[in-house]
């Protein structure tokens, strides 16, 4: 059926009880209106394209006026002129990946493949700050301005539970916003490379995340002074918890990070040459790390391996069977009150070992292999502590150097003087 097409033959068209209805336009080919059964109608625009028939749907009546429908027919009817597919656009649209399933992907097929502690870490930066604000949406819309608007909420921070109990009925009270630029940071980083994996998987064809702003950040620098290693030292000795605070030792006589620490098993140590080997499963950088151990802490190792059942191949064995020792900050936070330390991390341990091997003269490669650093810039760091060596250095080169002063007797007469 065709006919002229205006806004007042549309109105007046009675739909059929037994059948949806489809009326041709008789100015534009293959543009109509469909009369459904309900009463609704809407526009359409019927082609053909590599040898197969599609039907378009522009939109509902009256929202689409027959004038805007038309036009938007004619525009259209140029597409498939000039061998495109409307309709098969739409389709490759509607089905295009969200940034639901690009996060699904990236921790099934690439971040199952780090550490256990970054792939817990970006588990939770993707789920609760990038998927409520970008989940539904699709990949190939995310633009530069939105990681921009992102990534600065993100540092700006959000409201936390309180970790004490208030006394008030609610049970976890809601501490202000604390600036987070480091997290920002973080999580551009992660998007940065996740999208560099939606090229690959062929999502979309450009990275937005590249060249994105980063926010100032400062590197922490603290050191636990020679007296806060006496305090330390002497709250271990007297703790019950002597598993826990033999773990507080290890890392301040190896300088290993706490995972490695807490997670460490025995065949990992050879006590008669004094090496540890650490699996690249277990280490930060996923590469082997074969460290010396000094004999302080072989000592403490020996200790542990008496007080520990034959049959455990744990270091520090948890308190579930077959499982290693877990849960530590709630041990420091209370070793750290009780020896003055102030906001000193159990981080801030592996800082320390290392700023004793600078100051006491160790070369920053030297010290950077001990920590099992995979770049030198990281090692860099600890470069201002050479001071003091240099120093000494220095003022050796000085007397060497420093013209011998002549004396002078006060007690001469003039003319012995003369």
Known sequence: MKQHLTERAVKAMVPDADRDLLVYDDEVTGFGVFILRSGKRGFFLRYRIAGRERRFTIGAWPTWSVTAAREEAKRLKREVDAGNDPLGKRIEQRNAPTMSELIDRYLKEHAVNLAPRSFSDRTSLLRKLVEPEWGTRKVAEITPEDVDRLLAKIAKGRPR??????????????????PTPIRANRVGEILRKMFNLAIRWQMRTDNPVVGFSRFPEVPRDRFLSADEIKRLADVLAEHPNRRCANVIRLILLTGARRGEAMNARWEQFDLENGIWTKP???????????????????????????????????????????????????????????????????????????????????????????????????????????????????????????????????????????
């Open 280 to 418: 690249a499963a277990t280490t930060k950088q996923r590469r082997l790390h074969r460290a010396p151990l000094s004999r302080a802490a072989v000592e403490l190792l020996r200790a542990i391996r008496a007080s520990v059942p034959a049959d455990c191949p744990w270091v520090f064995p948890g308190e579930i069977k077959g499982n290693p020792l877990r849960e530590m900050q709630t041990f420091w936070e209370g070793v750290r009150a009780k020896a003055k330390l102030g906001d000193a991390r159990i981080h801030d341990l592996r800082h320390t070992f290392a700023s004793l091997l600078v100051s006491g003269g160790m070369t920053l490669p030297m010290v950077g292999w001990l920590l099992g650093h995979t770049q030198a810039q990281t090692t860099l760091r600890y470069a201002h502590l050479y001071d003091d060596p240099l120093r000494a250095g220095l003022d050796q080169v000085g007397d060497a150097l420093r013209p011998k002063l002549r004396l002078v007797r006060t007690d001469a007469t003039p003319e012995h003087a003369a």
């Open 161 to 178: 539970p309180r970790k004490e109990r208030p006394k008030y009925k609610r049970r976890h009270a809601m501490a202000k916003a604390r």
